[in-house]
């Protein structure tokens, strides 16, 4: 069973609409949250991370973390077809982002 | 200012063969990682290097080496090629070991 899990979807959604991508882990140790967001052919771009439990928004991004239930969440208000692209979710042990465990993405279709 | 650059965007080689792939860091960053891609999962961990030293390795074999030169850039070197080792291999950097990490656009491999 992998550290972390993520809804392989894939998610369609029309535009405006709010998504909600989640990942579950099993290791205790994680204390480093980050969601990126990876376009075809491209590499993943960093959206937002986090260390504590509860919630962090930036702009139409919020990031939630419940770390006594090993769970993470990313909402996405308002969403365009420019948001239409893997997400992933990534984790790691204490402060060291350097050396982060994925989950496998998310596809997400934004259609107009 | 310049992203995280890798060379070269795709490389072709056979089985047997060795490879070498390049990772230049945003300007200042000390800490580079180095990530695989399998298509359709997301990146695993295979090395970490901060101010020159390692500081993590994943769960791969020693065909895979890698090291960091002093002004951060970074090699990452695969020998003796297997046709699982067909992937997307990214770079990312940071400015210390706590920040979240930039990726490049990576190296695709492809082995015949």
């Known amino acids: 069973q992998k550290e972390v899990e993520q809804d392989p979807g894939p998610l369609s959604v029309p535009e405006g609409a709010i998504v909600s991508l989640n990942c579950t882990y099993s290791n205790s140790a994680f204390q480093y949250f980050m969601w990126y967001r990876q376009y075809s052919r491209k590499g993943p771009e960093l959206l937002m991370y986090?260390?504590?439990?509860g919630n962090k928004e930036d702009g139409r991004f919020t990031a939630q973390v419940d770390k006594s239930s090993k769970y993470i969440s990313l909402f996405i208000r308002d969403s365009q077809p420019s948001d239409s692209a893997t997400y992933l979710c990534?984790?790691?042990?204490?402060?060291?982002?350097?050396?982060?465990?994925f989950g496998d993405g998310t596809t997400l279709t934004v259609k107009p | 200012d310049a992203g995280v650059t890798q060379s070269p965007t795709h490389l072709i080689k056979t089985r047997g063969q060795h490879v070498t792939l390049r990772c230049s860091p945003i300007s200042g960053h000390k800490s580079v990682s180095w990530y695989q891609q399998v298509l359709g999962q997301g990146p695993q961990f295979i090395f970490q290097y901060y101010e020159k030293e390692e500081r993590g390795r994943g769960n791969f074999p020693d065909r895979f080496s890698a090291r960091q030169f002093p002004n951060y850039s970074s090699e990452l070197n695969v020998n003796a090629l297997l046709l699982g080792d067909s992937a997307l291999y990214l770079c990312?950097?940071?400015?210390?070991?706590?920040?979240?990490?930039?990726f490049g656009d990576g190296t695709r491999l492809s082995i015949l």
């Open positions: 990312a950097s940071s400015l210390r070991t706590r920040e979240p990490q930039h």
């Open positions: 986090t260390y504590s439990s």
């Open positions: 990534a984790m790691s042990e204490g402060t060291n982002a350097g050396k982060s465990t």
